[in-house]
């Protein structure tokens, strides 16, 4: 009768399941800041999109025609920009009573996908920019 190696046939499966819980836990951190990290580049990058957008537009700076965040042409400026992140950003744009300036607010609620854990809580992420009239 052969004996096995001495009791050692259960040492490799703890020696995983130790070593691969932080490999896992490693692998999902490195993956959710990478996730964040996306996000927060495509908000600030539809908020200026959509501002400049607004200011190259053509439109005459009057009665809110250019800044409107309503308006499909800053719409898709901004939409452009953030393909990719759910749920979809807000968008609001503002203007000053000179009709001097546009600012075009892009705001994501970021949900980590760990979020079953209570501990992870959504929060909102935003960005404004603001472009200025010639």
Request: net charge positive; aromatic share 12%.
């Amino acid at each position: 009768m052969s004996r096995r190696a001495g009791g050692r046939v259960g040492q490799t499966a703890v020696e995983f399941a130790l070593i691969g819980t932080i490999l896992l836990a490693l692998f999902f951190g490195v993956f959710e800041v990478g996730r964040f990290a996306f996000g927060a580049s495509a908000v600030s990058n539809g908020a200026r999109e959509g501002a400049r957008w607004s200011v190259a537009s053509g439109n005459v700076p009057a009665a809110g025609t250019a800044c409107d965040a309503t308006l499909t042409g800053l719409k898709a400026a901004v939409y452009a920009q953030i393909q990719g992140i759910t749920p979809v950003p807000t968008i609001t744009a503002a203007e000053d009573a000179g009709q001097t300036w546009c600012a075009v607010t892009v705001t994501w609620s970021y949900r980590p996908w760990v979020g079953g854990l209570s501990f992870f809580k959504p929060f909102s992420l935003s960005s404004t920019s603001r472009e200025y009239y010639n």
